[in-house]
């Protein structure tokens, strides 16, 4: 759809230059060093040619389409110069300029009229206040960077532009192949999701790469997101994870960044890969885009040093990845040719002085091994070590198997030329074992999730919408946006929710006589919509049996409650079993500014409060979601029968997980809500306090 | 000590070869082109001169004194050759050989032997099977290295002769000073322990970096690196941290390797710094070596882009630095010259047109105000960034303040010149923020050890060990190596630990009568040795009250515990008060076969089993480690007071674990104990049960 950003069959250049000082220089000169095969039009109304091309006054001037226009001038005449793009028929803008949102009240005025205007004419736009796109295939550098990158597979998104000139700088000395890239500054129009929807269908692009300080609309990240992850991987680094990396991301770009916490969900969610760091973005890039997917966790390796090939396996397993074991027809072919003091098990050592030959006869044993998913191979430059050689050994095995291969290439000055050949060829080269084991270790959960997650479904169940509909209307006329145990379980309830009996008691006879009608161990709960902290106002008594302990209870209740509180509302007290046995955990509902509503789950108690153990997924989720997010808590354990314990019902969660989701996403005005505790139990679960929060207005 | 390894006066070099195939070639050649300035023997019976020097047959034909022989012909041969060293009057001995103990039973002999024609003779070896010995101060390369590094103050002991070639080779090529790389191999006599107190003591070190797999003394190790981390940072990094990762290092050089959490804790009470990867390794050395300690813990930052400040600060926030808060004065001078649309707070965004006088400008007003405690100058090659004067700013500023200052010049090609001035002038860059950050924060971490952790007592108190000494006696006298409650009870109550009174009833009327003169809510447990899981056994009853219920409960116990194991001892029936208020915790101790005695704490229950919530030391610790173990622990904040809790003692917990220590450092004969429960009140503690466990062969 934005293919006029990238193969434009004319580009004009607003603000063209002849000062070599002057982005409007740089960027002309850079479209025609790019090789740029398109016709240019650079427009100044100061001249006459510039860089030997015609210079036109303005773009109504120019005689032909023009199907892109690169923007540079100061921000307060862009606005009319794109009016005039706009009868000129132009496509796509790129502003270039700065002087828009990031400014503050002024710019951001500024930045409106330019979207209205791009509206009208049905333009698309990007930028403001950004570095420009550069496509190695088409050939067009329409930005102000320093040099065009090598041509490759890899595309980059970036909402930093200086983030961006750093990456650009580092693909050309690396020569790490990139396809395009986007810088997209402050997204008036074109946005993250629109570019890796476009680039989801780039045939030139294998990777995805997003740097990204806030996000436009999380629930069409995710969409898109998934859409995406499952025809080419998509790594994202995010500037912003903690409170002050937040107010530092507001500070100078002005974006809504929501948490990090919501974000991390909806990364999971769709399939995206996050990386931690920028470095761990170029690491996992390459393993991406030169190598095929890793098929299942085992990773054999083939080293000649022993040191290196421990911190290796130390990783393999910190990780959850696992070390191959070699059929014994490996480890026969390996003893054959190696010497006695080799290890023929994984990792094969095959000794500081193994040459060429040696490592490529080990490294053929270890990859055509069906029990092989991957293979890393690690060189220290020792005294008769053939570098140059064993890399090319390694490329000749790559091109016969289609099982990734990664290097490690350790030291400075004596490695180079043999890294260079494995780049040339695309082997991923890492200069310390842990970081290509962690490459790996992302390929093999892209994978996972490609296999399973993404296929995911949203379960309906077959709920009673309308009269939970009918209730949430009513709660809307009389302005209670808050309610608690009662009417909670009853909307529950309606969804399927297994949710506790429970008896209103208006007056201590009604407390009696069901007492005395229903035999059971009781508890007593204050209800009143004037008081949350039920135990503090000493609304709370366990463990009623009899009739007279009831009534007498009922009384302390309510004379406690009045104490506390004098002028609230008391409806009563409740009468509940009591439920002795199970698990309790938390399902809980809250909103994220930027993805909308995020569900929680985890343990009751302590392990919520202080350990935060706990799992978030955007709503509305699958069932895999749900199923991951129960796995996903560290105590899980406890639920899945610890010790002597019991195992609980966890398709029970499951299934409650499901409800609210769907709960939540047809009545989006919930704001907040908590099942706390919901008892899980061996068969099935049961919701016992409940608490909505809705936002009428 | 070993200084003769270092500077020896004249070597010679067994084994020297005219074969420049040959590592014996190799090595003599490296000693000639090192420089060095003492006298060389090449030892070689058929050769008379070798690279121009003169050869002698043998070494007894050397007509001067040795100081230091490098010995590289098979390994059959070398006990010979090292015995007629030990006749000449050879202080040192680098064996260069393998074929020893890393290659099986005869192997092992060898190497017994040579150790004790070392001892005989009172030389000191270090090898075989290694690299050798580089010192770049005093122009000695004894090893079979590629080249000699650059000469500075960082030096490198290595178990691995690999990871050895592949760091000196990366210390060429990034020009990165070494002092002395010592390759220790198979440490049959020079250790990782005799090295670092050697580096400790030497003028031209001030950094030691350590790759290591196992340890040769646990408890040396801690001594040691006390009194040499106090003097200057030892860096280390483990292979073998994983069990596969144990198994790898135990198949390649036989090196018994404890358990990764002993050497954990080993690190952490010596004050040593543990770099999880040999990445990390080497940003540490950069920043110990070149930059003067951080002081405090905040960090200024001074970028001219957005996107990498922000993951500078999510590190800082997430590690646990702090971003500093300017000075008014600071931030007034910051605003009288930066564009408006700078951020003059921290981090400092100078803007993406900054040249180098606006970053002198920033850098000075930020380094020097009294809130900054190190500073971090973030550079992205942008179209009008003055790389290299932007660098030599920070040379300047660097010279002139005693603060730590970091780069982060991000990019490839365009920045590589601007690196090469920071490196010159000693200036770490990091090509990614969040490296750099981690580095600062090992150095603060440095810093408040040496502050307070090393500077931790040894607490004795007074306790009755002529008391325990008797009753261990008798236990080993008698065979008895496990002991329970009574018994274990009484150990602890003569090391001053608080412990539960314990009535032990021998029959039913002993019971019934005790409880009638001693009201009160009891506990009963059987007593017998022979039954350790005694509520399997039915031999616990809670909430024992009357004498009656008493009496029948002894009986139950009696009967249930026969019934359980008919042939088990049994001595009747402990009567405890139960202790209702109070959190359990516990004290345990185990003992690892390279670092001796370990001890834990943790709370009790799931904390333990299911989070491993657990901290460790090894035995002695001393004030501060005890108080480090209870802070150290997730949940904590449980004992101080989490919610409407109330606030435990936590210094009786300290108190009672130097207490364990003490006893298990009085009698080593202790295997294994724990405390579990011990209950901690708001004042006080008190220990509930108890076992020991003894090692009397």
């Known amino acids: ?55 036109y006054k303005n773009i109504s001037e120019i005689p032909d389409l023009v199907d892109l226009a690169v923007i540079v001038i100061p921000s307060d005449y862009v606005c009319d110069v794109a009016e005039e793009c706009g009868k000129k028929g132009v496509k796509g803008l790129i502003v270039i300029s700065a002087g828009f949102k990031e400014t503050g009240e002024e710019g951001k005025k500024k930045e409106e009229r330019l979207k209205e205007i791009v509206q009208k004419y049905k333009m698309r736009l990007i930028g403001p206040n950004c570095l420009g796109v550069i496509d190695t295939k088409n050939k067009l550098n329409a930005s102000f960077a320093f040099e065009m990158p090598p041509e490759g597979e890899i595309s980059f998104i970036t909402q930093s532009g200086a983030l961006g000139t750093a990456i650009l700088d580092w693909s050309i000395k690396e020569n790490i192949g990139l396809s395009k890239f986007i810088s997209f500054g402050n997204k008036a129009d074109v946005n993250e999701i629109d570019l890796i929807e476009e680039l989801g269908n780039d045939p030139n ?15 069409k990240l995710i969409d898109i997101g998934k859409k995406v992850s499952i025809k080419k991987p998509i790594i994202v680094v995010k500037g912003g994870k903690t409170e002050k990396g937040i107010k530092t991301v507001s500070s100078h770009t002005g974006s809504l960044s929501g948490s990090d916490i919501a974000f991390d969900a909806a ?3 769709s399939g995206m890969i996050r990386a931690k760091t920028v470095e761990e973005l170029f690491d996992l890039s390459l393993i991406f885009s030169y190598q095929p997917i890793l098929k299942g966790e085992n990773i054999g390796i083939v080293t000649n040093a022993g040191g290196p090939s421990v911190m290796a396996v130390d990783m393999i397993e910190e990780i959850g990845l696992k070390l191959a074991e070699f059929s014994p027809q490996t480890i026969e072919k390996l003893k054959s040719f190696l010497p006695s003091a080799s290890n023929v098990y994984n990792p094969v050592d095959i000794l500081g002085d193994a040459k060429a030959d040696r490592y490529e006869k080990a490294i053929e044993c270890v990859i055509s091994d ?11 430059p020792q005294i008769t070590t053939q570098i140059e050689e064993v890399a090319e050994s390694i490329v000749r095995k790559s091109k016969q198997y289609d099982k990734p291969i990664i290097t490690c290439f350790m030291g400075g000055k004596r490695v180079e030329q043999g890294i260079k050949i494995l780049k040339e060829n695309k082997i991923p080269n890492y200069f310390f074992p842990e970081r290509g084991i962690t490459s790996f270790k992302a390929m093999s959960d892209y994978r996972k999730g490609i296999e399973k997650k993404l296929r995911g479904k949203i379960i309906k169940f077959k709920v009673e919408v309308e009269k939970v509909k009918e209730k949430i209307e009513y709660l809307r006329e009389q302005k209670i946006e808050i309610i608690g145990d009662i009417e909670g379980r009853e909307i529950l309830s309606l969804y399927g929710i297994n949710v506790i009996n429970s008896f209103l008691a208006k007056n201590q006879d009604e407390c ?16 009143s919509p004037d008081i949350i902290h039920k135990t503090e106002a000493g609304g709370i008594r366990l463990n009623i049996t009899e009739a007279e302990e009831g009534k007498k209870a009922f009384l302390e209740i309510i004379n406690s409650a009045k104490k506390y509180k004098p002028d609230a509302e008391i409806k009563g007290v409740q009468i509940q079993p009591m439920i002795k046995e199970g698990i309790e955990v938390i399902i809980g509902v809250s909103k994220d500014i930027q993805f909308g509503h995020l569900i929680m789950f985890g343990l009751g108690g302590i392990y919520v409060e202080l350990l935060k153990d706990v799992s978030f997924r955007i709503i509305p989720i699958t069932d895999i979601d749900a199923e991951n997010m129960i796995n996903e808590i560290k105590t899980v354990k406890i639920l899945k029968g610890f010790r002597n314990m019991p195992k609980m019902d966890i398709n029970s969660i499951k299934e409650t997980l499901l409800k609210v989701s769907q709960l939540v996403s047809d009545f989006p005005i919930i704001k907040e809500m908590d099942i706390n505790p919901l008892i899980v139990r061996e068969k099935g679960c049961i919701a016992i306090d409940v608490r909505f929060g809705f936002e009428f207005n």
Chains 1, 2 share one sequence.
């Open 267 to 269: 990364v999971e969610q």
């Open 205 to 219: 692009t294998n990777v995805i790469l997003l740097y990204i300080e806030g996000v436009s609309d999380g629930k």
């Open 512 to 527: 009696e006589k069901f007492l005395k009608e229903n035999k059971g161990i009781y508890v007593m709960k204050l209800v």
């Open 1 to 55: 759809m934005l293919e006029y950003f990238f193969k434009p069959k004319s580009v004009c250049l607003i603000g063209a230059s002849k000062n070599p000082e002057k982005l409007g220089f740089k960027i002309l000169k850079n479209i025609i060093d790019g090789k740029y095969n398109g016709k240019i039009f650079p427009v100044n109304p100061n001249a006459d040619t510039i860089l030997n091309l015609r210079c």
């Open 370 to 380: 069906e029990n092989v998913d991957g293979i890393m191979i690690i060189l220290t």
